[in-house]
């Protein structure tokens, strides 16, 4: 009984000195903050960063951070030129 006890604080011991990560496997605190667990880098397998944006800038569906696709659109489909040309007349 004692063996089974000890070895059950061992791990609970040994699971609570683990370093924190997110959901998503990356690095909350420590020397390696927002660094991914498995590949070791500043992004996870798939290619996207802890906030979720890949080394062109995109996010899972196509958009940058500040919502343009990479045609220039926004999520609204809306490029902005309508108004300048609105403006010109």
């Known amino acids: 009984m004692k063996k089974v006890i000890g070895i059950f604080f061992l791990l609970m ?8 990560t997110d959901e998503r496997g990356f690095y909350i605190e420590g020397k390696n903050i927002g660094k991914h667990k498995e590949t070791n880098t500043l992004y996870d397998p798939e290619g996207y960063d802890k906030d979720g944006f890949n080394l062109e800038g995109y996010d899972f569906n196509g958009y940058t951070r500040e919502d343009y696709e990479k045609e220039g659109l926004d999520n609204e489909n809306y490029d902005g030129e309508e108004e300048i040309e609105e403006e010109k007349q």
């Not at 011991?13 to 924190?20: L, Y």
């Open 13 to 20: 011991v040994m699971s609570a000195c683990g370093a924190q």
